[in-house]
């Protein structure tokens, strides 16, 4: 079969203009992390016809994840992800520039960064999220990303927005991001969980029991795929509106999307996030304990 890429792409056209796809294939995006929300976002930017991309994780497909990443198959079990998830890719578009980086990804993050008009914020781990940020904000790129949440959400950090470490309270300021201690990264998720049930509905929704089990460090994340999946592509709209230079829908503190009853909800003002939060605190400590 003769591959063509206007074919391709020809419906998106109405969605974008002619001229708008044509800055799509011609941008470059870098995605670290390509398991759960930030290989549905690949998925995402790779049929809506985005021309390069590079791809960066140090993991390897397993049988659990099989219950929400979009390229977790039976055959790529075992496969290094971002390599299987190059491969799919291809299939999806042959004319795609993928570059993979594996655990030396650290090594070229910097031209990574500065050579993508967008930086997506796919990985799990503290100490990658905070270099990717870092670096981000020196090469002034903005980084979409989303909260560890049982609900979809997504917020966009423009370079001079204060960064999640700085936004929600981390003790990670001042420490090199391959330097954290078990206690800063322990602080820093019970930060970003004080934001998710101070600024959503996320604990109506999920085993409150289990998810204590998960805060306190006990058992592994609980994921789900309409929810994983569904976040991908959130963060994908938003890297469309970043490479053709749309109003961003998200700023730093993001929103949260809830489908169970189908709206959106905006983080808190100020005022009553204060009065909220020692309640949030005492809550989820009651959790962990």
């Given at each position: 079969?003769?591959?063509?890429?206007?074919?391709?792409?020809?419906?998106?056209?109405?969605?974008?203009?002619?001229?708008?796809?044509?800055?799509?294939?011609?941008?470059?995006?870098?995605?670290c992390?390509?398991?759960?929300?930030?290989?549905?976002?690949?998925?995402?930017?790779?049929?809506?016809?985005?021309?390069?991309?590079?791809?960066?994780?140090?993991?390897?497909?397993?049988?659990?994840?099989?219950?929400?990443?979009?390229?977790?198959?039976?055959?790529?079990?075992?496969?290094?992800?971002?390599?299987?998830?190059?491969?799919?890719?291809?299939?999806?578009?042959?004319?795609?520039?993928?570059?993979?980086?594996?655990?030396?990804?650290?090594?070229?993050?910097?031209?990574?960064?500065?050579?993508?008009?967008?930086?997506?914020?796919?990985?799990?781990?503290?100490?990658?999220?905070?270099?990717?940020?870092?670096?981000?904000?020196?090469?002034?790129?903005?980084?979409?990303?989303?909260?560890?949440?049982?609900?979809?959400?997504?917020?966009?950090?423009?370079?001079?927005?204060?960064?999640?470490?700085?936004?929600?309270?981390?003790?990670t300021?001042?420490?090199?991001?391959?330097?954290?201690?078990?206690?800063?990264?322990?602080?820093?998720?019970?930060?970003?969980?004080?934001?998710v049930?101070?600024?959503?509905?996320?604990?109506?929704?999920?085993?409150?029991?289990?998810?204590?089990?998960?805060?306190?460090?006990?058992?592994?994340?609980?994921?789900f795929?309409?929810?994983?999946?569904?976040?991908?592509?959130?963060?994908?709209?938003?890297?469309?509106?970043?490479?053709?230079?749309?109003?961003?829908?998200?700023?730093?503190r993001?929103?949260?999307?809830?489908?169970?009853?189908?709206?959106?909800?905006?983080?808190?003002?100020?005022?009553?996030?204060?009065?909220?939060?020692p309640?949030?605190?005492?809550?989820?400590?009651?959790?962990?304990?």
């Open positions: 079969m003769t591959f063509s890429y206007d074919d391709f792409t020809n419906r998106n056209i109405g969605f974008v203009t002619p001229e708008e796809q044509a800055r799509l294939r011609a941008a470059q995006v870098f995605v992390g390509t398991g759960g929300m930030g290989g549905a976002c690949v998925m995402g930017l790779a049929r809506m016809g985005v021309g390069r991309l590079i791809l960066a994780d140090i993991d390897a497909f397993e049988t659990s994840n099989m219950n929400r990443q979009v390229f977790a198959f039976r055959d790529t079990i075992g496969g290094q992800k971002a390599e299987a998830t190059r491969d799919l890719c291809l299939q999806i578009n042959p004319e795609m520039e993928i570059t993979v980086y594996r655990d030396e990804w650290p090594d070229h993050v910097q031209s990574a960064v500065a050579d993508s008009k967008i930086v997506v914020n796919g990985t799990d781990d503290l100490g990658a999220s905070l270099l990717l940020y870092r670096q981000s904000r020196e090469a002034e790129r903005a980084v979409i990303d989303a909260y560890a949440s049982p609900l979809p959400s997504v917020f966009v950090t423009q370079p001079k927005d204060p960064m999640p470490e700085e936004r929600l309270g981390y003790p300021i001042g420490t090199a991001w391959d330097a954290l201690s078990q206690a800063q990264r322990e602080s820093a998720f019970f930060a970003e969980a004080t934001y049930v101070l600024h959503s509905s996320s604990r109506r929704y999920i085993d409150l029991e289990l998810a204590g089990e998960v805060t306190a460090g006990k058992r592994s994340r609980m994921s795929a309409p929810m994983v999946i569904s976040t991908g592509m959130l963060m994908a709209y938003e890297v469309v509106n970043g490479i053709l230079g749309r109003p961003p829908g998200a700023d730093h993001g929103w949260f999307f809830n489908p169970y009853a189908a709206r959106v909800e905006h983080p808190r003002n100020p005022i009553t996030a204060a009065v909220l939060r309640v949030v605190t005492r809550f989820l400590r009651r959790m962990m304990a």
